[in-house]
């Protein structure tokens, strides 16, 4: 019927089956399937939120920050378990050492606890995978002035300020759409007309970089090379099928997130 273009697929299963269906036209999956690359089609990509790949950012830039022994404090929820594993990966991978892994549940009986397993294990900085109301409860209860990284899966961007405060200085990598609003590519999309719940909010951004992605897509099948996107969701290069987005640095201060410098 004239579509020049498959656009589609949020969930795994749906970049699985999107990746296999498509090959007559070019496609774009917003969720990263789990076949390789060579056996996906040859004009199959793929782009997503993916908290995996999120956690492998956040190891790397607290190892370029200077940590070198990280507590990993986690709830025993299956999304923070595999944020958990992405993240131990990438940072052994490069050389970091785990001093320790604390369950934090956020029961009110286990703040002693907490204090005590941080004594015991000697760390020199964190990683907090937990939801939002879990994370704001076992924050407070790690050493003071102790660097703790976290992924988007622990900050809620919209939050007031009281409401963040217990996290207070929680440093996470997020796409521009929340950080940078003097971003040229924010500053000239439209904000959402109602108000929505985060996760929606990052879909609706993702929406735009896959509306741009598109677009690219269709000039590159008729020989026009890809060229890095400045997304609002973070700068995007293609790297074989799966377009890779680079996020911005990131930390809570007096509850307000604000952009951090680049690592020296």
Known sequence: EGAVLLLGALTGDGANLLSREAGYLPALALNAPTVSDAEMPERFFHVSLNLDWEARQVARRAGDEGAKRIVVAASNSPLARRVQESFEKEWTRRGGEIASRIVVTGDLAEGDRIVAAFEKASGDSAFLVADKKIARFARPYFPQGMPVYATSYTIDPRADAVENLDLDGVRFMEMPWFVEADHPAVMAFPKPTE??????????????????????????????????????????????????????????????????????
């Open 195 to 264: 108000v929505m719940p985060i996760d929606f909010e990052r879909l609706y951004a993702l929406g735009i970089d896959a509306w741009r992605l598109a677009t690219a897509i269709i000039k590159a099948d008729k020989g026009k090379p890809f060229a890095p996107l400045d997304g609002v969701t973070g700068r995007i290069v293609l790297d074989g099928k799966q377009f890779v987005r680079t996020l911005t640095a990131a930390e809570l201060r007096d509850g307000h997130i604000v952009a951090r410098a680049a690592a020296e």
